[in-house]
């Protein structure tokens, strides 16, 4: 009887062992990817990094948990391109807009007054070549771009009363990359600076206006600080890309890889989608926040346009890859006016 109740505690707790260490094996297995997010938790951006965060989760089985950091956590936003370079951060979500130093392809991400629709840039990313020509760019500073998402349109807003583009003469707007050459073609004084510090230089007054998407008037609660919102958009959408350490991708699985790249496309097939209702809720807020929409004259977009494409000829001169950029868009942009 004794030896029969030894037998029974031993074969249980051997059952338990082992248990135990199936439980450590799959807690071993599971990777790990540490993702900054340049954006508030609140915003859309942040919105956008927790439904790929459950996509990932959901078509590699658990495998693989992206654990989500949010401004500042892990490094500052400036920082943030280099230190996924060098493996300090697993992945990255923010524009390229900050980064244009480091690699010249993506300025041509924020050329202004591009494609009119999240579908046309949806199409030009993912059918018309241009995410495989910023991979290249980006692979080469030993990062790999996952894929981009989009944050409805982005547009001027200011605290001063805007009457046609001679309002901005002498104003100080921040604008980042391309945007910064088009502020500086309309008589004000571009300043650069990170989106999560534009609510208090706004309500300072050290800058007068800011070139962003419109759906911050909500989640920024920059209606408390905006008195004019200007129309039409200068990035229709703007995109928002998912950068990761170029050796972690490269080390990863192909069913991984495939699974990351079927979560980020999809997130941006929604964020296509849901760019309309954020610029329709952000001028839905304007309009009950009391906020002036100005929509400018056929005369001033006209203008607005023709300085825009002098940018990008000024673009596609400051390098060969940058030039080979530009020329995808406009061959692109052609097409969609031949059809």
């Known amino acids: ?9 031993t074969t249980a707790a051997l059952i338990c062992f082992s248990l135990m260490l199936c439980v450590a094996s ?17 915003s859309n951006g942040g919105l956008m990094v927790k439904t790929f965060a459950k996509k990932v989760d959901k078509y590699t089985k658990g495998k693989v948990e992206v654990k989500l950091f949010w401004p500042n956590q892990l490094v500052k936003v400036k920082e943030a391109y280099t230190a996924v370079s060098k493996g300090m951060v697993d992945a990255l979500y923010a524009a390229s807009i900050y980064y244009g130093g ?12 591009t494609w009119s629709s999240p579908e046309d840039a949806y199409d030009l990313f993912y059918n018309g070549g241009y995410l495989d020509l910023l991979r290249e760019a980006n692979g080469v500073k030993g990062v790999w771009l996952l894929g981009t998402t ?15 583009l001679d309002s901005l003469k002498g104003k100080k707007i921040r604008a980042m990359s391309v945007d910064a050459s088009l ?11 990170p989106g999560t510090e534009m609510y208090a230089a706004m309500k300072r007054g050290t800058i007068d206006g800011v070139i962003y998407p419109y759906y911050v008037l909500d989640t920024y609660k920059f209606f408390e600080v905006t008195t004019n919102v200007v129309l039409p958009g200068i990035h229709t ?23 990351l790249e079927r979560a980020c496309e999809e997130t941006c097939l ?16 304007a309009k009950d926040k009391n906020i002036k929409i100005v929509e400018l004259s056929k005369a001033d977009q006209e203008k607005l ?19 080979k950029a530009v020329v995808l868009i406009e061959n692109y942009l052609k097409g969609k006016k031949g059809k």
């Open 1 to 9: 009887m004794k030896s029969k109740l030894v037998k029974t505690i």
């Open 26 to 42: 799959a807690q071993a297995a599971k990777k790990v990817i540490r993702l900054q997010c340049v954006y508030p938790e609140t």
């Open 102 to 113: 480091i690699v010249p392809a993506v300025k041509s991400e924020f050329l202004p007054l």
């Open 150 to 164: 989009f944050s409805g349109s982005m547009g001027l807003m200011t605290n001063f009363d805007v009457t046609g």
């Open 183 to 193: 502020v500086k073609q309309l008589g004000a004084s571009p300043v650069a600076m």
């Open 237 to 259: 959408p703007n995109p928002v890309d998912l950068y990761m350490n170029l050796k972690l991708w490269k080390s990863l699985p192909p069913e991984t890889q495939q699974a």
């Open 270 to 285: 929604l964020s296509a989608l849901w760019s309309e209702k954020w610029n329709n809720d952000a001028m839905r807020t």
């Open 305 to 323: 346009y023709a300085l825009a494409r002098e940018d990008w000829k000024k673009t596609a001169e400051q390098s060969p890859e940058l030039k």
